[in-house]
């Protein structure tokens, strides 16, 4: 009989105990589902001075390097993100952008950072939001494609998200007294453009506002992953003769403007 009472506490405890694991359990596949459900937002700076200011501000879950770069989960003015410095030029922003997506689940995709000036009325800090990009040194003319154009791809421009341009637009607000805005085509390629006879080429061929290194490898990923996305650029140079000196004394400021645009979207996200 002593055995058989004390049994009945020992089996109490032990549903007691199953219970609460069964309830934190639930507990913790809701909470990975609401995780899942919540939009995340992947951004690419190719600079370290291009994503410091976001990631400075940004309350950072988790850390994570995959390959060579370091994938930063957080949460900025209310948006979940995942923040990554890609490093400079189109294969580098191609793995940054196919790793968001494959191993972090982004739904969005955005590109910041500086540019090289390329319209007449451009001015230093001035910023431009891509309605598209183009790969301005893909070239199969030989074979009859238009310049820019890849082979087996039915365009040549990459759109940008129209709901991401308008929230692009709202948040320049803030900015600078003497910061204009642009909504243009901005033209990459793996060159660092500091010639005037090639700014006027690229500008001619593409009607591009700004020359960069990333944006139009960011929409490729985005267009065939059926996702949006749009690029955020800072005009740091003219991409002349001097771009090279004129940069390095305005990439900061540049940076800031553009970074301020991503904060600024982030924030009208969920409004």
């Given at each position: 009989?002593?055995?058989?009472?004390?049994?009945?506490?020992?089996?109490?405890?032990?549903?007691?105990?199953?219970?609460?694991?069964?309830?934190?359990?639930?507990?913790?596949?809701?909470?990975?589902?609401?995780?899942?459900?919540?939009?995340?937002?992947?951004?690419?700076?190719?600079?370290?001075?291009?994503?410091?200011?976001?990631?400075?501000?940004?309350?950072?879950?988790?850390?994570?390097?995959?390959?060579?770069?370091?994938?930063?989960?957080?949460?900025?003015?209310?948006?979940?993100?995942v923040l990554v410095q890609s490093g400079i030029g189109k294969v580098n922003a191609t793995i940054a952008a196919q790793t968001l997506i494959s191993e972090f689940d982004v739904d969005t995709l955005i590109n910041s950072g500086v540019a090289g000036g390329l319209?007449?009325?451009?001015?230093?800090?001035?910023?431009?939001?891509?309605?598209?990009?183009?790969?301005?040194?893909?070239?199969?003319?030989?074979?009859?494609?238009?310049?820019?154009?890849?082979?087996?791809?039915?365009?040549?421009?990459?759109?940008?998200?129209?709901?991401?341009?308008?929230?692009?637009?709202?948040?320049?607000?803030?900015?600078?007294?003497?910061?204009?805005?642009?909504?243009?085509?901005?033209?990459?390629?793996?060159?660092?453009?500091?010639?005037?006879?090639?700014?006027?080429?690229?500008?001619?061929?593409?009607?591009?506002?700004?020359?960069?290194?990333?944006?139009?490898?960011?929409?490729?990923?985005?267009?065939?992953?059926?996702?949006?996305?749009?690029?955020?650029?800072?005009?740091?140079?003219?991409a002349g003769e001097e771009a090279a000196s004129i940069q390095e004394n305005f990439v900061e400021e540049a940076a800031k403007n553009s970074s301020h645009v991503i904060e600024e979207i982030l924030k009208n996200m969920g409004s």
């Open positions: 009989m002593k055995q058989h009472y004390l049994l009945k506490p020992l089996l109490g405890i032990v549903l007691l105990i199953l219970l609460l694991a069964g309830c934190s359990q639930q507990q913790n596949e809701s909470k990975a589902a609401e995780k899942k459900d919540e939009e995340r937002v992947g951004i690419i700076g190719p600079m370290e001075v291009e994503i410091d200011l976001l990631r400075s501000h940004m309350e950072v879950d988790n850390k994570e390097e995959i390959g060579d770069l370091t994938y930063y989960e957080g949460v900025l003015n209310g948006q979940q993100i319209h007449p009325d451009l001015g230093l800090g001035d910023i431009v939001i891509s309605t598209e990009t183009v790969h301005h040194d893909m070239d199969e003319t030989a074979k009859g494609f238009k310049p820019g154009q890849i082979p087996g791809m039915d365009t040549r421009f990459f759109k940008a998200d129209e709901d991401l341009i308008q929230l692009a637009k709202e948040g320049t607000k803030g900015l600078p007294d003497y910061v204009d805005v642009f909504e243009a085509r901005i033209a990459t390629g793996d060159q660092f453009i500091a010639s005037e006879e090639k700014t006027e080429w690229i500008y001619n061929t593409f009607n591009a506002y700004v020359v960069e290194m990333e944006g139009a490898a960011v929409g490729q990923v985005a267009q065939l992953n059926n996702i949006p996305y749009v690029v955020i650029r800072s005009a740091s140079d003219d």
